[in-house]
Nanobody, 126 residues
């Protein structure tokens, strides 16, 4: 059974920074792709960023490109999301996800991922 546990969310002012972490576990699983999505109240789940197994391929949603950076530390089965220049519209619950079926290509769709974390709240005050 795969488990994903997010941490690092909180309240920050406009222009501030936060770093989210997501630790994955599952003794027989390889976390080929790890990604971040977010969901604001009353909206659908939005793609934020994703990274492939060795970190050589990263993709970002248009609304966060240039402000957010995804990285991973395979020795710890952990993915990070460094968020800078935060805006009130970044307020959402942020979810970590992973694809454990082999692929080298990060996906942007919810359906591209087979396991999800419980989410961590990020609130950006104006």
């Amino acid at each position: 059974q795969v488990q994903l546990v997010e941490s690092g969310g909180g309240l920050v002012q406009t222009g501030g920074s936060l770093r989210l972490s997501c630790a994955a576990s599952g003794s027989t699983s390889i976390f080929y792709i790890m990604g971040w999505f977010r969901q604001a109240p009353g909206k659908g789940r939005e793609f934020v960023a994703a990274i492939n197994q060795y970190g050589r391929n990263t993709i970002y949603g248009d609304s966060v490109k240039g402000r957010f950076t995804i990285s991973r530390e395979n020795a710890k089965n952990t993915v990070y999301l460094q968020m800078s220049d935060l805006k009130p519209e970044d307020t959402a619950v942020y979810y970590c996800a992973t694809e454990t079926t082999y692929t080298n290509l990060p996906g942007r769709r919810v359906a591209d991922y087979d396991y999800w974390g419980q989410g961590t709240q990020v609130t950006v005050s104006s």
